[in-house]
């Protein structure tokens, strides 16, 4: 794993968004499987997307997780983030976007599915993400295998308070989520994380100095071979 300090936030973002661009410049007409995250760390990343343009043709994209229970309207499902701010701003075909569905009948066949519809396309080319505060990638909780694959995830109270801003309350916040695992993620060919402000302090320093160890899922990314931890100087304060 490769961490990068950069100044700020903006820094955070022109990075991953510069990854991206070299990977789609490469690769003209030829497929692209990207993992993508939501939350706050990636909204000026997709907003640099859109403002460039960026030709999404031949892309196959695969969200991370989403909420259980949260249909596509409703505004707090990770669905709605995704067309809000990426697509409906780029050409990226419906038959290319993939996001676990929340309110599939059958919770634990559509992480099946899921699973096997990333293998189908080839794997993850480049799958980029945050990271919780308490370490958590994805919504994959501390004390999730590193040999997890899709899965239905209980939330932790502490995930629940943290993602508690963008509802009315903390009541309305669903308790579970489906997220694809550590070991799929792992299984991307080249990883993107990112971190921004103190409040990852502690997740940042746990990923770069902590022993690698499932309490603390973002660890992992230090067995990969590919693998950028890029944050900004308050997410890094602990570091010094
Ligand atoms: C959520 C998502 C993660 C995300 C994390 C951090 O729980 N499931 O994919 O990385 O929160 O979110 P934020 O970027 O808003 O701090």
């Keep these: 794993m490769k961490v990068i300090v950069l100044k700020d936030y ?12 070299e990977k789609l410049h490469e690769n003209i007409g030829k497929k692209i499987v990207l993992g ?4 706050s760390t990636p909204l000026l990343f997709y907003k640099k997307i859109s403002e460039n343009e960026l030709d ?9 997780d989403e909420y259980v229970g949260l249909d596509k309207q409703n505004e707090n499902s990770f669905y709605y983030f995704m067309n809000q701010n990426l697509y409906s701003k780029v050409n990226l075909k419906e038959q290319n976007i993939n996001i ?13 599915d ?4 990333i293998k189908q396309a080839g794997g993850i080319d480049m799958f980029f993400g945050g990271v919780g505060s308490n370490g958590h990638i994805a919504f994959n909780e501390p004390y999730s295998s590193f040999n997890s694959v899709t899965r239905v995830q209980d939330l932790t109270l502490k995930t629940i308070k943290d993602n508690s801003r963008f509802f009315k309350s903390l009541e309305e ?6 997220t694809v695992g550590i070991s799929t993620i792992m299984s991307a060919k080249e990883l ?6 103190e409040n990852k302090a502690r997740a940042v320093f746990e990923a770069v100095k902590g022993e690698v160890s499932e309490a603390c899922p973002v660890t992992v990314l230090q067995k990969h071979e590919n693998a950028y931890l890029v944050v900004d100087e308050a997410a890094a304060s602990l570091l010094k």
């Design 10 to 21: 903006e820094a955070v973002s022109e990075f991953s968004f510069q990854k991206l661009s």
């Design 36 to 39: 993508l995250p939501t939350g």
């Design 56 to 64: 999404f043709e031949n892309v196959i994209t695969f969200n991370m």
């Design 100 to 112: 676990p569905n929340g309110m599939a009948k059958d919770l634990t066949k559509e992480c099946m």
């Design 114 to 117: 899921y699973e096997e519809k």
């Design 173 to 178: 916040v669903p308790k579970k989520a489906l």
């Design 192 to 197: 993107i994380f990112m971190a921004s402000g």
